[in-house]
Every structure is written in C-alpha cells, then in structure tokens.
C-alpha cells in the first residue's frame, strides 16, 4: 500500500509563490513518474505538470514559465515551485504517483489534496 502525503498549500496573494511537497511512502516497487493535477470548485480536474524518472517534464500551457516541477527520486518526493501565481491558479492540487504492483502492472497513487487559494 502507497500512501502520498502532500504538503505546502495555503494561501498567497496574486503574484506570489508556494512550493507544494509530495512524499510517497509504503511499499514502492519502481517509480514510474510523478505528477501533480488540479481541480477548481465547479470545473474538471486537470493535468498540470509530470515528471518521468529519469526524463524530461512536461507542463499544461496555462503554467508554462511559473511553474516548476521536480523530482527527489531518492526520497520519493515530487515538488512543484509554483510562481507568479494567479487568482485562476486556486484549486485543490492533487499529487499523482505511477507505479507497479508485484505483478509489474501499472498502477495510479493519489495524495488528498491540499488548497491552494490566490488573492487578487
């Protein structure tokens, strides 16, 4: 069992920063990629940032040149520097993990969510 625990959400006014943390604990097999999505109060959820182990990150148009994503492979942990944030950045930021099973399946982990709020 994977368990994800996400930290670093808050409140900050328009223009600011946060650092969001994910750290993954409990039996990991291999670590696939590490991934970080959002969702807003009446709206889908949506895919921000992933970062492959070992490979290149990738990003949702609406955060290229803020936000920042990165991987302690070591610890387990996933970040995301976000910067210049904006009032359309609030939403629920969920921490994403692919993974294995012992069967050597792939398989989906996700944290509980933490808050991010920017003020205008």
């Known amino acids: 069992q994977v368990q994800l625990l996400e930290s670093g959400g808050g409140l900050v006014q328009a223009g600011g920063s946060l650092r969001l943390s994910c750290a993954a604990s409990g039996t990991i097999l291999r670590v696939n990629a590490m991934g970080w999505y959002r969702q807003a109060p009446g709206k889908e959820r949506e895919w921000v940032a992933v970062?492959?182990?070992?490979?290149?990150?990738s990003y949702t148009d609406s955060v290229k040149g803020r936000f920042s994503i990165s991987l302690d492979y070591p610890k387990n942990t996933v970040y995301l520097q976000m910067n210049s944030l904006k009032p359309e950045d609030t939403a629920v930021y969920y921490c994403?993990?692919?993974?294995?099973?012992?069967?050597?399946?792939?398989?989906?982990?996700w944290g509980q969510g933490t808050q991010v709020t920017v003020s205008s």
């Open positions: 970062i492959p182990s070992g490979g290149s990150t």
């Open positions: 994403n993990l692919k993974s294995v099973d012992y069967g050597m399946r792939p398989y989906d982990s």
